[in-house]
């Protein structure tokens, strides 16, 4: 896209909770893009807290939207919205969220495409090397494992996994064909959690990578989604490269920390 001056908004920088100080950045830059990628996005976390959830998934985003009325808004979603008893999910398939994250994913998509200027990009786990070196499935798992402790991971719940690196390329595109609506944007490759977790324990194995097999049948917790693939094709025929599955951009960057 056109040469651009990005600035890049961390926490520290602004504080998304604190609608005056967001009014204020907002009109001193005037930006002609608007990126928004911030949310509350662990589960747990949601369920434990359902009013911060929306707080700051839902009302952050239509402060947003209602900033960037005249201005291309690009809105990063989940995957989770879809109750997952169906599987390669294309833009037209009907929500159904479980979860309270899930939820508040859904509420802030209707606000933001009720707007012809802004964008939905529903993805997936995204993974690769984040700024506190916890953000990204993959560090989880290493964190984990160099801590010694043992996981259980699912081998009937499926996602399809795609480098945070991908994910980025493919908004940047999107944006610059400025062709607004609702994309899927996802790795190319079905995973169940089980096998996610045999390729990432392939790629440490000086980290003694322990994982056991589990199942959603005996799982106690919150209602999860068992199968949450994307179908990819309407953003795939707008972009210039394929999205990867994992294990193929696992093998084509090597020496990646990932």
Known sequence: MPEARVVALTRQRLDLADSAAVRDAFRRDTPQLVIHCAALSKSPECEANPALARKLNVEITALLAELAVAVPLIFLSTDLVFDGRA????????VNPLSVYAETKAAAERILLANPNHTVIRTSLNGGTSPTGDRGFNEQMRWAWAAGQSMSLFT???????????TARAIWELAA???????HVAGSE???RWQIGQL???????LKPQIEPGSLKDYRGAPRAPDTSLNCA????????????????????PNEVF
Not at 87 to 94: I, K, V
Not at 157 to 162: N, V
Not at 177 to 183: C, D
């Open 87 to 94: 599987g390669n999910y294309d833009e037209a398939a009907p």
């Open 156 to 166: 009937d719940e499926f996602r399809a996994p795609i480098s945070a690196e991908a």
């Open 177 to 183: 064909r400025s062709s607004p609506g609702l994309y």
């Open 190 to 192: 079905r995973l169940s």
């Open 200 to 206: 990432l324990a392939a790629r440490w194995p000086n």
């Open 234 to 253: 309407k953003a795939q025929e707008r972009i210039s490269f394929r999205l990867p599955g994992l294990t193929e951009w696992l093998s084509a960057h």
